[in-house]
């Protein structure tokens, strides 16, 4: 089965940076999704961002331009650079690995003070 393990969180200022990564173990099939959704108190559950085991990514509007997903293939390790924060990007974020069926990670904060 696969585990996630997921760090990168922290509080930053508006405009600056994080760096949230995503470790998969387990077992590792050959077609998967991983991503981030990302879910703030009173709002609604958000895809952040997703890349598939072809490489292939997709950005959720509110993020293109800022965030950057990317993996390595090596460490089963998905990354998620986070630039020009805003304090709307406040929210947990949640790390998942997608074959069928979500597997989850325990969530970071990210807080973007104005």
């Known amino acids: 089965q696969v585990q996630l393990v997921e760090s990168g969180g922290g509080l930053v200022q508006a405009g600056g940076s994080l760096r949230l990564s995503c470790a998969a173990s387990?077992?590792?099939?050959?077609?998967?999704?991983m991503g981030w959704y990302r879910q703030a108190p009173g709002k609604q559950r958000e895809l952040v961002a997703s890349?598939?085991?072809?490489?292939?990514?997709n950005y959720a509007d509110s993020v293109k331009g800022r965030f950057t997903i990317s993996r390595t293939n090596a460490k089963n390790t998905v990354y998620l650079q986070m630039n020009s924060l805003k304090p709307e990007d406040t929210a947990v974020y949640y790390c998942?690995?997608?074959?069928?069926?979500?597997?989850w990670g325990q969530g970071t904060q990210v807080t973007v003070s104005s």
């Open positions: 890349i598939s085991s072809g490489s292939s990514t």
């Open positions: 387990g077992s590792i099939f050959s077609f998967y999704t």
């Open positions: 998942y690995y997608l074959r069928g069926s979500y597997v």
